[in-house]
């Protein structure tokens, strides 16, 4: 049987890290990290994640701020609130909450926020960053920022060598994700809907991502016996054996199954996500500390 990777005991120990981090920066008479999240709309889910992360974000001792704003709110009013954010010498990260309304042109929307305040990496100038082995001064971001701090819980720093694939192409996971696996020296394959015999081609992998958005897609004899396998998936499916209407939350990987065969799993709830939002923290100190002319902290 798999290890189970704990996500949330990871996440927690990243989250006591920036929090030292931040009582550091004040001890130093510098301006105490600042977060800004913005949500256009009232999408249930995504306010749960939101709260998750100003609740998150006082835990680390920041300033913390949120913006909820009318679903008819127009791309206008929220470029103007982004330049507002960006001038503030208060705020050190700004996230906008994904997905926006049809409306609104999300691309515009990123490529406003100021690059050093990027801290969910979805700016070009991070995305180059990454993609050319910037690491130093680049925003990752979150999702498999996390997901490469549980590999090298896992399997060590040295991840050299290995085969990686990455099942997904996403801008946000899938893309990243390889990039950060090619930067620690992996065999990296991004596989994906045209992908031919995905299946063999996953059992080719020391490393597996799932970040699909396909419950439970990723079989276990997809999976290399003893291989790490990392589920990025969140999907709410039905349960109807919780009783009528319940629902639960599955991953990309039919864990049960895959549990048997892996080294190494992340189970869902309670593996990257929980990630997600600690790295969201991470990003945020150390951006203070850089506009501080600190030393950026690593995690
Ligand atoms: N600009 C932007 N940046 C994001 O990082 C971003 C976003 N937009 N839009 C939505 C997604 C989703 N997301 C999650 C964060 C934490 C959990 C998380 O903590 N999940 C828990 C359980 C959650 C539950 O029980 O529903 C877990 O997996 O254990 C999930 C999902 C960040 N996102």
Redesign the pocket.
């Known amino acids: 049987m798999a290890e189970v990777i704990d996500g949330k005991s990871v996440a927690e120990d990243v989250v006591s890290k920036v929090k030292a981090l931040t009582a550091e920066l004040s001890a130093k008479g510098a301006t105490k990290p600042g977060l800004a999240v913005v949500i256009v709309g009232e999408d249930p889910a995504?306010q749960?994640?939101v709260a998750?992360k100003s609740r998150t974000a006082k835990e680390c001792g920041f300033h913390s701020l949120q913006h909820t704003l009318p679903a008819d709110t127009s791309e206008e009013q929220l470029l103007k609130i982004i330049g507002d954010l960006n001038a503030d010498k208060s705020i050190h990260g700004i996230?906008?909450?994904?997905p926006l309304p049809g409306h609104i042109d999300a691309g515009k929307v990123i490529q406003t926020i100021a690059p050093e305040k990027d801290v969910?990496g979805f700016h070009f100038i991070n995305v180059g960053k990454l993609g050319t082995g910037e690491l130093e001064t680049a925003f990752v971001p979150?999702?498999p920022a996390g997901s490469m701090l549980l590999i090298e819980r896992v399997r060590g720093k040295d991840l050299s060598g290995l085969n990686a694939v990455v099942v997904g192409r996403s801008n946000i996971v899938g893309k990243p994700m390889a990039n950060l696996l090619l930067a620690a020296n992996c065999t990296v394959t991004i596989a994906h809907s045209r992908t031919r015999d995905l299946p063999a081609l996953a059992r080719t992998a020391d490393i597996l991502v799932a970040a699909v958005g396909r419950p439970e897609m990723v079989k276990g004899d997809w999976v290399k016996p003893g291989a790490t396998v990392i589920d990025v998936g969140?999907n709410r499916i039905p349960a109807p054996e919780k009783g009528e209407g319940k629902s639960r939350?599955v991953g990309d990987v039919a864990y049960a199954e895959a549990a048997k065969v892996a080294g190494a799993i992340t189970p869902?709830?309670?593996?990257?996500?929980?990630m997600?939002?600690a790295m969201?923290m991470a990003n945020t100190v150390a951006s203070a500390y850089l506009a501080a002319g600190l030393k950026r902290p690593s995690f």
Do not use: R
Request: aromatic fraction near 4%.
């Open positions: 995504s749960v994640y998750s996230l906008v909450q994904l969910d979150c999702t969140i939350l869902v709830p309670g593996g990257v996500g929980p997600t939002i969201l």
